[in-house]
């Protein structure tokens, strides 16, 4: 069987993975936001943490609440880990470093996972379970409520609430992230990852020399890392590790995890609106994206331009051969569509063309599906401006929904266009303005200006892949990263709740003859191009810079 078939084959397969789930798993959500009944679990934790679960708040409360949550969240973590020396299953590890403890701690809770560190030599098992996979678990359900939340806007019939964070957030853990977890887990384990406490063991080699190898739960971290859209290894080689990605079919597996829920949440979208052919709408510019981007980082790998990349048949520096060309271009396309950032092979070592595909798919705000929750939410910011732009055209007020889009509302969603790039675009002209902070950078020309720049769009895109080549674990980068980080989390969300307010206030409006229909495929194509020309129109300048100029190098070579 040639690469072509196999690759081929893996990507039909991972389509009807999806598209069987897509809506038993879209309906499971929408249930999930809009049942009255609490579990008995749920109201003992309501009651423990003297929670109103009845109150419908507005939107400065539920704003509030994310982000008080998310505070304490950090706080708690960066203790963890500066204080990990002297808690059980440390396996003798020091506490972290002060910048690089705020720098994780600020990467797992804001659903970035961005790694400064190797976690099998610095990390112990309770901090690895205790704090990172409970902050996997819980910044992916914040995501979900956020986006939850907006869609309860559109469909609010001018009562001004839009839910209660602490019920959304309890029911996205305990009925959606916990069940499914445990089920991927025990698929994990049957495909080879391990799960187990063990500590460092030495073993000689077959040439006779030594190596250590740490051992440790990796199987239930891996579940919700990939399911979660966190990315946060358990090892330093993330899923490329024979612990957490044993073979080819772990990885598509992993593959499949990491697109289940945001390629299901626009059905969840179209239940709760009672319109699939809205959500149907919002997932075909999804998948557009996403096809578009894998055609080209599979093209630009397989048909790498250069001497030695032909002269092998294609660019395997940096690749994990148990997978390949195609299972590798799968996986870092996924992951950068999604606010992954899990890995199975070096994206520092694609081709020009390839590397630039995936910083590409960062910098459009992983829309294409995006991150858990937050791929919809920002799919919808977009199809407001679409809606906005396309008023303009024809000379309607622009409704989305039978809301319409006035001067805040559209002004609340610019903001939040120009939040990502604001974090993005500033920490690199930073970070390259000193002498001191571009020592860090080990390549020059285009490419190592690509690899500050992947490293500012996945920290303030939330994404947490890098390329290499950049030594980030530094007090200057550690918290340059951590703040495009926070950036780029909570400004977006605060904004996207004040929307999801601004629509909830409003009564929907019946819709007419003059309404745009925001569920055809002409909608879907503008859509499409607001995604692709917005992102365009930012990054462009800084891409040409980078991977461009890099490429047409490569080229001419």
């Not at 294409?368 to 920002?378: E, N």
Request: proline share 4%.
């Amino acid at each position: 069987m040639t690469d072509t078939t196999a690759g081929l084959l893996q990507i039909g397969l991972l389509v009807l993975l999806l598209a069987a789930v897509h809506v038993p798993l879209g309906d499971a959500l929408a249930r999930t936001f809009t049942s009255t009944r609490h579990l008995r679990v749920e109201r003992g934790l309501y009651r423990l943490l003297r929670v109103d679960a009845e109150a419908d708040t507005r939107w400065p409360t539920y704003a509030l609440s994310v982000l008080g949550f998310s505070t304490v969240s950090v706080l708690f973590l960066y203790a963890f880990l500066r204080l990990q020396q002297f808690l059980p299953l440390s396996l003798g590890m020091p506490a972290m470093e002060p910048s690089q403890a705020w720098n994780t701690a600020v990467s797992f809770v804001t659903n970035t996972n961005w790694q400064s560190y190797s976690g099998e030599s610095a990390l112990g098992h309770l901090v690895q379970m205790a704090g990172l996979a409970v902050q996997n678990f819980l910044s992916a359900a914040v995501g979900i409520c956020v986006a939850v939340a907006l869609v309860r806007g559109l469909v609010a019939r001018g009562t001004g609430t839009i839910g209660n964070f602490w019920v959304d957030l309890t029911r996205a853990v305990l009925r959606i992230l916990l069940p499914l977890s445990f089920v991927a887990a025990v698929v994990l384990l049957l495909t080879g990852v391990v799960q187990n406490f063990s500590g460092a063991t030495t073993y000689t080699t077959l040439a006779g020399g030594s190596q250590t190898i740490v051992g440790g739960p990796v199987a239930s971290q891996e579940a919700i890392k990939e399911l979660g859209t966190n990315g946060g290894g358990f090892f330093n080689a993330n899923s490329a590790h024979p612990f957490e990605g044993p073979n080819a079919v772990a990885s598509l597996f992993q593959v499949f995890l990491l697109l289940a829920i945001p390629f299901s949440m626009p059905r969840a979208f179209g239940t709760l609106v009672g319109d699939h052919r809205q959500g149907l709408a919002v997932l075909s510019v999804m998948g557009a994206v996403f096809a578009i981007s894998l055609t080209v980082t599979t093209w630009a790998e397989t048909h790498a331009l250069g001497t030695v990349p032909q002269a092998a048949g294609a660019a395997l520096e940096g690749k994990e051969t148990r997978f390949g060309e195609w299972l590798s271009a799968l996986f870092a396309t996924a992951t950068t569509s999604t606010s992954t950032g899990a890995v199975n092979s070096f994206h520092d070592s694609y081709t020009a063309a390839g590397g630039g595909m995936l910083m590409l798919t960062v910098m459009m705000g992983e829309v294409t599906p995006g991150g858990v929750g937050s791929g919809l939410y920002g799919m919808l910011v977009l199809a407001v401006v679409t809606v906005f732009v396309a008023g303009l055209m024809v000379g309607r007020t622009p409704e989305y929904l039978g809301k319409g889009i006035r001067q805040r509302e559209i002004t609340v969603a610019a903001l939040y266009l120009l939040a990502t790039p604001f974090a993005l675009l500033t920490g690199v002209a930073i970070a390259l303005s000193s002498e001191a902070t571009r020592s860090a950078v080990l390549n020059t020309g285009p490419h190592g200006l690509s690899e500050v720049l992947y490293a500012f769009a996945s920290a303030a895109g939330n994404n947490g892949s890098a390329f290499a080549g950049l030594s980030a674990n530094t007090p200057f980068w550690n918290t340059a990263l951590g703040l495009a980080m926070a950036i780029g989390r909570f400004a977006p969300l605060v904004l996207v709740l004040a929307l999801a307010g601004a629509f909830a206030r409003q009564r929907p409006a019946a819709e007419t003859a003059g309404s745009l229909p925001t569920r055809t495929p002409t909608f879907a194509g503008m859509h499409l191009a607001v995604v692709v020309v917005v992102t365009a129109l930012t990054f462009f300048p800084a891409l040409a810079l980078g991977p461009i100029a890099e490429a047409l190098t490569g080229a001419q070579s």
